[in-house]
């Protein structure tokens, strides 16, 4: 295996700790807070250690893929299942357990590069992927996805950083302040695969159209919140561009803010409901609900869908490119 490396980056009030395992956010520091779950050191990423998505680049197919099949030239793919029937994030060992090559670093900035083999988890082709990390003065961290494919395939990628803004790791994050814009979400079945239409969130738990406690409606009487036991849904996000913010989240508690800006179509929105304890950064346990995710990525089970905006397929002479952008700033 290659060597596990660690790298960290930092411009203005931010730095980021990252690892060539998973191209993984092992820190994320604003204005010397930790606002990121995950562990100590690269090892303890490492699958034989804990099997665990933090703060790792997703892929090759982010979010779940209905039965554990896809669709290609009127071919049926069957692939690993590791979620009940479908298949969560890749498979059993997806891309957040692969070790990527440095292809260049600066104070801020980090690329990596890997390349992903015909027949990797069950997918087909030979995917060639980089993610660059990019820190700026304004309180920005950049994070650019690139994936070219030899033969059609499946594609979404994603970062799965567990934010708590509270300065406390361990903490709820019932109090956090979120608003997204996004008219509509995905319900989903009882294995959280999408039923296939978007519903709007007017008079839902799920309209965050104005800034409300995570925690405001999480419990409410609602089928959607049961079957996830909390969120764990995509949202269809109305006008995804970086110059136009699709979410912002902060923390009473710190005056720590965040707004996320996008080229993707959807942002998977998971409150941290199958947390189980586990001891993470200095022995801190991150019980339920301490942390939330706001996976910006093509809509969950896409290709089995018929979503022009999210197709999730990747064509040999067609890149896949996206962009997402974590703002930063302290009252």
Request: aromatic share 10%; hydrophobic share 35%.
């Amino acid at each position: 295996m290659k060597n596990l490396e660690q790298f960290t980056l930092h411009a203005g009030s931010v730095q980021a700790d990252i690892t060539n395992l998973g191209a993984r956010i092992m820190r994320l520091l604003v204005d010397g807070t930790d606002i990121v779950q995950g562990f100590d050191v690269p090892e303890l990423y490492l699958p034989e250690n804990h099997l665990s998505d933090f703060g790792a680049v997703i892929g090759r197919y982010a979010n779940r893929l209905a039965n554990g099949r896809i669709a290609l030239d009127w071919d049926i793919i069957q692939l690993p299942r590791n979620n009940g029937r479908n298949t969560l994030h890749g498979g059993p060992r997806g891309w957040q357990y692969s070790v990527y090559d440095v292809v260049s670093v600066t104070d801020a900035r980090l690329e990596l590069a890997m390349v992903s083999p015909d027949g990797d988890q069950g997918f087909p082709g030979t995917v060639k992927v980089t993610v660059t990390y990019t820190l700026s003065d304004d309180g920005a961290l950049r994070i650019d996805y690139h994936a070219e494919t030899d033969k059609l395939t499946v594609i979404n990628m994603t970062n799965h950083s567990y934010f708590n803004l509270n300065g406390d790791l361990s903490s709820c994050i019932h109090n956090h302040l979120l608003c997204i814009d996004a008219d509509r979400y995905t319900p989903v079945n009882k294995d959280l695969i999408p039923l296939g239409k978007h519903a709007s969130v007017k008079g839902t738990p799920f309209d965050f159209r104005n800034a409300k406690a995570v925690g405001r409606d999480i419990e409410a009487d609602d089928e959607q919140l049961h079957i996830g036991q909390g969120y764990d849904h995509n949202f269809v996000l109305n006008n995804p561009r970086l110059d136009n913010p699709s979410a912002l989240l902060s923390s009473p508690a710190t005056g720590i803010s965040m707004q996320v800006f996008t080229t993707a179509p959807g942002m998977q929105v998971y409150t941290g409901n199958f947390l189980d304890g586990v001891a993470g950064k200095g022995g801190v346990s991150y019980p339920v609900r301490s942390a939330i995710c706001l996976e910006t990525q093509q809509y969950p089970d896409s290709p089995n869908h018929s979503w022009p905006e999210s197709t999730g397929y990747l064509y040999p002479d067609k890149p896949f490119d996206s962009t997402t952008i974590f703002k930063f700033r302290r009252k």
